[in-house]
C-alpha cells in the first residue's frame, strides 16, 4: 500500500485505499469521526510538522509529501532539504511561499490562473460545491442584506459604514467584529460551526443577498467558498473578488459589485429589485451548480486531483 505523508493544518478531502499519515500542530481531532467514517487508514499526529519531519523514522518510507500549508514553523527552510520529486504543493492562500522557493516542489497546484501552465503549476479549486438547500422564507419574509465577515478588509469596512450612516436596518453583519464596531446594533455575534457549513447556510437563507467579498480582490481565479455558501442558500452574492470569476461562474448567478460606481446605487438595485427578478437569479444558481461547469469546485473532483499526484 502507498503511504503518503500530509502535512497541513485542516483537511477537507478524503482518499480511499491508500495510507495517510496527517501531521498538524491544530486540533485536528475531529477529524476520524468528520471524514472518515471508519474507512480510511489516517494516522492522526498531533505535533509539530517539522519534528516529524526531521525527528520521526515513519516518515521514510512515504511515496508522496503532500503539503497544505508550506508556512508552518520553520518549513521554508526544512522543505527544500527534502527529496523534490516526493513533494506536492496546494496553495490555498494569496503570498503564502516566497516565488523562488516552489522549485523545492515537483509538482505545485494552484488557484491562480497566471501560473497555471500544466507543467509543474497546475489548477485546482476549492472545493466547496454545496447542493442547494430550498429556502424556508419567502422573499417577504426574507430581510434584505447580510456580510459574514472574518477579516475586516477596507472594502468590507466601506460598505459597512455606508449602510450604518444611511440605511442601518437594511443589513446585518456576522462573525469577527473590530473593537470600533462592537456596539452598533448592526453586528448580530458568530455563527457557530464551520466556516462554510449548516449553521452559515442557515444563517444565510434569511437574507435576500450577501455582500460576498474575497479577503484578497483582483486575482486571477481566486475563488473561495464564500460564494457558494450563498448558492447553497439560495441567497444572492453581491460579488467581488476573482477578476475572472465569469471564466467559471455565470454572471447571471451573481450581481457584480464592480458594475456600480457608488455604494447608493448598489443599494438602489438591491432594495428595488422585485421577487421575480429576485428568483430568476435563484433558477440560475440552480442550473449552474446542477452543471459540469460546477462539479470542477467538487469534493470529488479534488479528490481526483490528489490521485494524479500519487504513485499507484
Known amino acids: 500500500m502507498n503511504k503518503i505523508l500530509l502535512l497541513c493544518t485542516f483537511l477537507i478531502f478524503s482518499i480511499y485505499g491508500i495510507e495517510v499519515d496527517v501531521v498538524s500542530s491544530f486540533n485536528i481531532e475531529e477529524l476520524p469521526s468528520k471524514l472518515l467514517n471508519g474507512k480510511q487508514p489516517f494516522q492522526i ?30 518549513g521554508v527552510n526544512i522543505i527544500p532539504t527534502l527529496p523534490k520529486e516526493k513533494l506536492v504543493l496546494f496553495v490555498w492562500e494569496p503570498g503564502v511561499l516566497p516565488f523562488d522557493l516552489y522549485d523545492a516542489y515537483s509538482r505545485v497546484y494552484t488557484w491562480d490562473d497566471t501560473l497555471v501552465d500544466n507543467i509543474k503549476f497546475f489548477r485546482f479549486n476549492y472545493p466547496y460545491l454545496t447542493p442547494y438547500r430550498e429556502n424556508p422564507f419567502s422573499f417577504a419574509e426574507r430581510k434584505l442584506c447580510t456580510m459574514v465577515v472574518g477579516n475586516w478588509t477596507s472594502p468590507r469596512l466601506h460598505v459597512l459604514k455606508f449602510f450604518e450612516a444611511s440605511h ?10 473590530p473593537p ?42 481566486y475563488i473561495t467558498e464564500k460564494i457558494f455558501s450563498c448558492f447553497a442558500a439560495g441567497c ?28 447608493a446605487e448598489l443599494y438602489e438595485c438591491i432594495s428595488t429589485m422585485p421577487q421575480e427578478i429576485h428568483q430568476r437569479y435563484i433558477e440560475e444558481i440552480q442550473q449552474y451548480l446542477l452543471s459540469e461547469q460546477a462539479q470542477q469546485f467538487s469534493p470529488q473532483f479534488f479528490d481526483d486531483l490528489i490521485y494524479q499526484c500519487i504513485p499507484l
Open 168 to 177: 442601518p436596518q437594511e443589513l446585518e453583519c456576522y462573525g469577527r467584529c
Open 236 to 263: 444572492i452574492p453581491v460579488y467581488w473578488g476573482a477578476d475572472n470569476i465569469e471564466c467559471y461562474i455565470p454572471k447571471s448567478c451573481f450581481i457584480d459589485y464592480r458594475d456600480f460606481a457608488t455604494h
Open 45 to 74: 499526529h498531533r505535533t509539530c510538522p517539522i519534528d516529524y519531519l526531521t525527528k520521526s523514522a515513519a516518515n521514510r518510507d512515504v511515496k508522496k509529501i503532500i503539503v497544505f500549508d508550506p508556512i508552518f514553523g520553520g
Open 180 to 221: 470600533e464596531l462592537e456596539n452598533i446594533s448592526m453586528h448580530k455575534g458568530h455563527i457557530l460551526g464551520l466556516h462554510s457549513g449548516e449553521e452559515k447556510i442557515s444563517t444565510l437563507q434569511n437574507y435576500r443577498f450577501c455582500i460576498c467579498f474575497e479577503n484578497t480582490i483582483g486575482l486571477q481565479g
